[in-house]
């Protein structure tokens, strides 16, 4: 699960989201609200592996099993055109 990618440069190939997995199923959360919700963290500068180990599940508040990066044409159900 070791991923050493930065943020910026996940940002760069249009990954804008982190999918992190627990108890309840996998959640996606955009770099963007992690910016919001922490200003003090150097998200630029951090690994996917840095910011996955900080996350906590509201539910259960444990750590995510498992977290990946993600864009949004990966969710399931995304429209590519019609």
């Known amino acids: 699960m070791s991923d050493l990618s930065t943020i910026a440069e996940l940002e760069a190939q249009r990954y804008d ?9 996998t959640t996606w959360v955009p770099f963007r609200m992690i ?5 003090d963290w150097p998200l630029a500068t951090m690994s996917l592996d840095d910011v996955g180990q900080k996350l906590r599940c509201q539910h259960c508040g444990g750590r995510p099993q498992r977290y990946y990066p993600a864009r949004q044409e990966d969710a ?6 019609f």
Not at 35 to 39: D, L, N, Q, T, V
Not at 76 to 81: E, I, L, S, T, V
């Open 76 to 81: 399931p159900g995304y429209a590519r055109n």
């Open 17 to 25: 989201w982190i999918a992190a997995e627990c108890c309840k199923g």
């Open 35 to 39: 910016r919001a919700a922490h200003p």
